[in-house]
Nanobody, 116 residues
Framework: QVQLVESGGGLVQAGGSLRLSCASS????????IGWYRQAPGKQRELVAI???????NSAASVKGRFTISRDNAKNTVYLQMNSLKFEDTAVYYC??????????WGQGTQVTVSS
């Protein structure tokens, strides 16, 4: 069982920055993937950025060049640095992890609100 706890959300003006953190109760280097999804009101949950065990990254086209995912294996924490935030980035951001055996875990979510 892996528990994921997000933090760092909040209210920011357009053009501003936030850094989200996801602390894992398990060793993140043992996970196949860990990363971030988001869900805006009335929309489906979508991938933001994920990082694989080998360090490869997959991110949504809408955030490339603005958001950066990184991890600290020693702290079992994954970060999402969000710069140049736009109104359309407003959503609940969820940390997600997947093991080699296909088990998936979600955090409780953290709200990010970007004011225009």
């Amino acid at each position: 069982q892996v528990q994921l706890v997000e933090s760092g959300g909040g209210l920011v003006q357009a053009g501003g920055s936030l850094r989200l953190s996801c602390a894992s109760s398990g060793m993140i280097f043992s996970l196949n993937f860990i990363g971030w999804y988001r869900q805006a009101p009335g929309k489906q949950r979508e991938l933001v950025a994920i990082i694989a065990r080998d360090g490869s990254i997959n991110s949504a086209a809408s955030v490339k060049g603005r958001f950066t995912i990184s991890r600290d294996n020693a702290k079992n924490t994954v970060y999402l640095q969000m710069n140049s935030l736009k109104f359309e980035d407003t959503a609940v951001y969820y940390c997600h992890a997947k093991t080699d055996f296909g088990a998936e875990y979600w955090g409780q979510g953290t709200q990010v609100t970007v004011s225009s």
